[in-house]
């Protein structure tokens, strides 16, 4: 029997593959927390062309955590939700982006994850990186 929600996955599915995408994990995974920052896959999908994948993620930055230097293998955007962080990226001025603000980092580029200044921070970012490397790696 399709139960409704069943149905949505197979439609989703549908929709990805005529776009020429294939979806490698449809639902949201649960959140994973360490040292105050906690990070929710909510879309992961192959492409937007061989050998690279796009993921979505909801990542929410306690007041006082910081987030190592590190680099991604492709380019990460974000948009912050909710609280305000300093984001230092190599090249840059280190700027304090607030509720509302967006960014992008360049492919391989050291940069912090931010330190949220006042508050919780939340984030919604968009990866479109290598497939099969690690999403961050420490600097």
Do not use: W
């Not at 949201?28 to 937007?48: K, W, Y």
């Not at 993620?57 to 912050?80: C, F, L, N, Y």
């Amino acid at each position: 029997m399709l139960t409704r929600r069943g149905f949505a996955g197979v439609v989703g599915c549908a929709i990805c593959s005529v776009a020429g995408f294939s979806a490698t994990e449809v639902n949201a995974q649960a959140a994973v927390t360490a040292n105050g920052v906690t990070r929710t896959t909510l879309s992961r999908i192959d492409g937007p062309t061989a050998g690279y994948e796009t993921i979505i993620m909801q990542v929410k930055i306690d007041k006082g955590a910081t987030v190592g230097r590190h680099t991604h293998p492709g380019i990460e955007s974000t948009v912050v939700l909710d609280g305000s962080i300093e984001l230092p990226v190599q090249g840059r001025d280190t700027k304090v982006m607030k509720k509302g603000d967006a960014f992008q980092v360049p492919p391989e580029t050291p940069h912090a994850g931010g330190k949220p200044r006042d508050e919780d921070a939340l984030l919604l970012i968009n990866y479109i990186v290598e497939k099969g490397k690690p999403l961050a790696t420490p600097v």
